[in-house]
């Protein structure tokens, strides 16, 4: 991960956003005395809304399910026959 004072972020943030939404990776802004507890990290839009749902499945419990079904020895469920409103 690539690591900018507030600064040097500031001089390069046009290609700092593309360069985060074209690779995917999270930028962190530290301040100059180096204090991480103060520090920031940007993040595309998509890998934010993508946290944000994952965040959202675990706490709704459908992502426990969906784990509990993938370790279920079972086979597999004809999609059809899925009660997706109980989910």
């Given at each position: 991960?690539?690591?900018?004072?507030?600064t040097n972020a500031r001089k390069n943030f046009y290609?700092?956003?593309?360069?985060?939404?074209?690779?995917n990776k999270p930028?962190?802004?530290?301040?100059?005395?180096?204090n991480e507890?103060?520090?920031a990290i940007i993040i595309s839009k998509k890998d934010w809304d993508s946290i944000a749902e994952t965040l959202y499945l675990e706490n709704t419990g459908t992502l426990a399910k969906v784990h509990k079904r993938e370790d279920d020895n079972s086979g597999f469920s004809n999609v059809d026959d899925i009660d997706w409103d109980s989910l």
């Open positions: 991960m690539e690591n900018y004072t507030p290609q700092i956003l593309k360069d985060i939404n074209q690779q930028v962190t802004i530290t301040p100059a005395n180096g507890d103060e520090a």
